[in-house]
């Protein structure tokens, strides 16, 4: 019996599992090798193999052109690639036509560093206009007055990031950035914004650049929480949000001046009472050294649309933040009807066993039964 003869005895199926088992370790060199193999033993496990392998591409900038070039000449590619991360300054929009026909199936897209230069600016292809969705599109290290041409092809982005786009002194006198306003804005499903892109001039235009009901701010701190507070006065922005999560930075603050700055700053939070259509906010306070300070002014100023209220916190900071549930829904008893879940996470991280991770969760339910009010009570989740 030939070699191709013993190999179709073998139920697709099974050649399948043990090629996806091959995937599991992406980081492997290893599996990678074995999957390349897989590839080329036959007609029947190349698309499978395939599928794992150029799922994901990662290409240099100097190569993307010769990149595009090859992958519009290659079935394999067009088939199985669904995320690309492009390294380097190469200027994009330039080649959106191309690039979105020669992977139609691309979903996500991650760019970083790409900076290029102003007089370098593309003309943006009217034929590419809000053409094409994504999952996912990651930008990083990026100019303020290039961001409207990568988000010019898109429609629909689930997932939008930005880290680090840089915002121009005066910005507002760009004149391709005003007439980029007047062609968008999109939709984006969720926003993350981080570290230089919490900017107030760059979250100013980005309320006018596109509409997304979700907002996560990583590494919020006290420097970039009023360019946050901007943002959210801005009247889009407020009707747009209907999911707000802050991720701030850990550690301690020992600058007596930052101190003072941070308080300042944490009661411009006070436009979250005007924002009328938020219904969950997300805090994860776990080791941030002004956890209780964000905690009880995001309280206070809590709309009484919210219908979810999660906080993630370590265990020392449990007594602190049930005292001030406690003390501000005993307050407000009939302001937060709406409410229906308040989600308490990571109060059990360190437990040494499961015996002992169930037995702290027993007893903060029972604290939570005896000092908050049976209604709210009733609807608090623990968690580990």
Partial sequence: MSHTARLQRVPQELTDWIIDILSYSPESKEDWRALSNCSRVCRSWSPRASR??????????????????????????????????????????????MLLTALPKLSSLEIWSNSFRADDLPVPDPTTFRRHNLSKLSLHFVNWDQLPLFLYPFGHVDILSLRSVFSPLRVEDDDSVEHAIQSLPINVGQLNIEDRSVHAGTLRHLQLLLHSPTLVVNKLNAMNIAALTYFLGLTQARNDITRLELIPTTGTITDTIVQMLLQDRLDGLSVLARCDKLATIALSVADVAWAMDLVRVVLLHMPATIQHLRITLARDQWQSTLELLEKHFGAHKDKYRRLVQLELRGLCAGASSESEEQQQLADIRS???GRLSPRVSAITTVLP
């Fill in 367 to 369: 604290e939570v039964e």
């Fill in 52 to 97: 794992h392998l150029l799922k994901h591409i990662d290409v240099l900038a100097p190569k993307f052109v010769d990149f595009l070039d090859f992958v519009c000449t290659s079935e394999r590619y067009r088939t199985h690639t669904t995320e690309l991360s492009v390294l380097g300054t190469v200027a994009i929009p330039r080649h959106w036509d």
